[in-house]
């Protein structure tokens, strides 16, 4: 079976400062993995994917993530936080062939001015 | 703008009573997925349709039915609604297995 798991659930850093949304999943077979962002009363922006080739994906605000088989994770990272990046952060994953997403907990990333 | 449309943004009712909710997918995509969103059950996967036929089922409960129209919009009903069925219900849809979902807003669904 598989799962996703978000171990920081609320993240505060200063604006500027870099940051990493923890992500690791479990499965027994090939998967393919996401982050969404949920602003507040919006619903979920696919933010970046991974299906296949180099393991670092990068999002078009400066995200990046990269995935780790070994270690079955995928660590969400920015540089330079900026205000507008406060909001809430999933990991997903769905399992090659299949057809519904597992997500993770979430983590509330707060940019503190 | 993701281009999924969900209707109504916000619904309020009591219990026991029955509702519907409405999303028109993305143009062109065939999938369509329906995801409840609460404060202790976090993001949960309920059901998904393609071109009109159940894909896939995940935690819906036996009192929530969904379907989707040859049109491809879906509808979600959900009956002798509880307290507990107080949530944000997602639609996404996709244009196959694998392909990113794309969320709409949302219907926030109070049970008072």
């Known amino acids: 079976a598989q799962s996703v798991t978000q171990l920081d659930s609320q993240v505060p850093v200063f604006e500027e400062a870099p940051v990493e949304l923890r992500c690791n999943y479990s499965?027994?077979?090939?998967?393919?993995l996401f982050w969404y962002v949920q602003y507040p009363n919006q619903g979920l922006q696919l933010l970046l994917k991974?299906?296949?080739?180099?393991?670092l994906v990068e999002s078009i605000n400066g995200f990046e993530a990269e995935f780790n088989k070994s270690q079955t994770s995928f660590h969400l990272r920015k540089p330079s936080v900026h205000i507008s990046d406060t909001a809430e952060y999933f990991c997903?994953?769905?399992?090659?062939?299949?057809?519904?997403?597992?997500f993770g907990t979430g983590t509330r990333l707060t940019v503190i001015p | 703008d993701s281009g999924v449309t969900q209707t109504p943004k916000h619904l309020i009712t009591a219990t026991g009573q029955r509702v519907t909710l409405r999303c028109s997918p993305r143009?062109?995509?065939?999938?369509v997925y329906w995801y409840q969103q609460s404060l202790d059950q976090g993001l949960q996967f309920l059901i998904q349709?393609?071109?009109?036929?159940?894909?896939a089922k995940g935690n819906i409960l036996e009192r929530f039915s969904a379907q989707q129209f040859p049109d491809l919009h879906s509808e979600l009903n959900l009956s002798s609604l509880e307290l507990g069925d107080s949530a944000l219900y997602f639609c996404?849809?996709?244009?196959?297995?694998?392909?990113?979902?794309?969320f709409g807003d949302g219907t926030r669904l109070s049970i008072l």
């Open positions: 991974y299906l296949s080739g180099s393991t």
């Open positions: 997903a994953v769905t399992e090659t062939g299949a057809n519904n997403l597992f």
């Open positions: 499965s027994s077979v090939s998967v393919y």
């Open positions: 996404a849809s996709s244009g196959g297995p694998n392909q990113p979902q794309h």
């Open positions: 143009s062109g995509d065939l999938s």
């Open positions: 349709y393609y071109n009109g036929e159940e894909r």
